[in-house]
């Protein structure tokens, strides 16, 4: 069993025609949206996460699921995880490369689950990642 608490993944949901997925949570609003057709933008209430947009769908919710899970990882009472949390926000914010490297590597992850749990890779082609490449 891991010391570390697992953190509830963001619930996307989409509304037709509009090209917006939201996601609602303790932290806020997460909103990922395309931008005319070409590439992913994700905010929370309404402020950009990055100053750049992101290639898929998938990487602009991976974003938006580490900026959530260092929020919530920065509200716990264990000093040495609020630590972390806040080292990991600050680092995030600094640098406008780290927010895009961590929703890749959240994005790795989440291939290499899916790929354990599943028999057939890729995901079946819908609305929500039809602009995944």
Sequence with gaps: MTDRPAIKPLEWSSHEGDGVLTADSVA????????????????RDGIPLSNRPYELSSFAKAAAQAD??????SALTQPERKAEAVAKIGELLSDENALEDAAKAAFTKAQSVYRADHDHFPLKHTRENAHDG
């Design 68 to 73: 959530y899970e260092a929020r919530i990882l």
């Design 28 to 43: 806020g609003e997460y909103r990922v949206r395309c931008h005319n057709g070409d590439f992913w933008i994700a905010s």
